[in-house]
C-alpha cells in the first residue's frame, strides 16, 4: 500500500490508499503502467452504460483483471471524492485518467469498512477507445463487425493495376499446358481489358461508349466531413447492368480515376445489416489503403450512411499498414 492524490483536471479532489492487485496490467491492450508514486489526475468521464454495469463491461475487455484497488478514507459525505464515487454509480460511468497512452478507468465500488462509507475505486488498464466502443455496442446490443475493402467487398483497378494483372496472367498462359485452365485464363485476360477499355475513356473524357451509346459522367457532391475539410465534388459514371462505378479519388487528377465492381451479394448484405430498420452489428472498416479512396470506397457501398454515421466515419474507418492490423483487431474487434 502506499499513499497517493486525485486531481480532476487542477482541482484537488483529496488523498487515496492504493493497492496494487496485478502487475500483468496490458491484458486490455492498454501498455504497462507504472503508477507508484505519482499522481492520479482524471481527464474525462465515461458514456454512462444504459445496459451493463461498468465493472461488467470492464471485466469483459481486459484478461489481466484489477490494476489496483484505492480508497479514500475521509467519511464526509461532502468531500469531492465522496461527491465523485456517489456520481459514478449514480450515472453508472467511469472516471477516466489517461497514463502512457493507455486508460485507467476508476469504477465506484462500495466498501465493506466502516459501514461503506469511505469512497472505493477499482482500477482497470485498457487501451484507448476499447471502453467507449465496447460500451456503444452493448447498450445497442450489437456486436462489431470489421470489413476489409479491396478483394473483399470491392474490386477496384487502375489503369496500372489493370496493366499488372494483365501481364501476370499473361505469364501464366505462357507456361500452363492445361487446355481448360488456359482458356479460363483467357476469359480473365479479355475482361480486364473490356474494363481497361472503359476506365481510360473515362479517364481521358469523362464518358465511356457502352454498347454504342456514349454515356457521360455525373457530378456527385461529397459533403465535407469537418470544418476542416471541403465538399468534394468527383464525376461518377454507374454501370448498373454490368455492377460497375467509375469514380476518380482526386477529381483534379485523372490518373487517380478507378473501376469498381461492388461483390454482387453486397446488397443482400447491407439489407440484412439493417434488417427490420435497426443495426445488427457496429460496422468498422480497416484497410491497407489510402484514407481518401478507403472513403470513397465506403461511400460507394454505403451511400445512404445506414451502416456508418458521417460524424463517425474518420473513427471507423481506418487505415493501417500490413504491421499494424493485429493491433486494429484487438483493439476493436475483441
Known sequence: MYKSVVYEGDRLLGEVEVYPQNQNQNGGGGSVVDVRGKEFRISHFSKPSERCPPLAVLHTITSSGIC??????????DSPLYLLHSSCIRDNKTAVMLVEGSELHLVA???????GRCPCFWVFNVALGLYNSCLVMLNLRCLGIVFDLDETL???????????????????????????RISGML??????????????????????????????????VVPAMSDNHQTIVRPLIRLQDKNIILTRINPLIRDTSVLVRLRPA??????????????RFEV???????????????RLLDPDSNLINPKDLFDR????????????SMNYVK
Not at 156 to 180: G, H, V, Y
Not at 266 to 279: H, I, N, P
Not at 286 to 295: I, K, N, S, V
Not at 318 to 326: A, M, T
Open 68 to 77: 489496483f484497488k484505492m480508497e479514500s478514507k475521509s467519511q464526509s459525505h
Open 109 to 115: 465500488m462500495s466498501t465493506r469498512s466502516n459501514d
Open 154 to 180: 470491392i474490386v477496384a483497378n487502375t489503369m496500372r493495376s489493370f496493366e499488372d494483372r494483365i501481364e501476370a496472367l499473361q505469364r501464366k498462359i505462357a507456361t500452363e499446358a492445361d487446355p481448360q
Open 187 to 220: 476469359a480473365e485476360v479479355k475482361r480486364y481489358q473490356d474494363d481497361k477499355i472503359l476506365l481510360k475513356q473515362y479517364a481521358e473524357n469523362d464518358q465511356v461508349v457502352e454498347n454504342g451509346k456514349v454515356i457521360i459522367s455525373q457530378s456527385e
Open 266 to 279: 453486397w446488397e443482400d448484405l447491407r439489407s440484412y445489416l439493417t434488417a427490420r430498420g435497426r443495426k
Open 284 to 298: 468498422y472498416v480497416c484497410t491497407m489503403a489510402e484514407r481518401d479512396y478507403a472513403l470513397e470506397m465506403w
Open 317 to 328: 474507418i481506418v487505415s493501417v499498414k500490413s504491421g499494424e492490423f493485429h493491433l486494429f
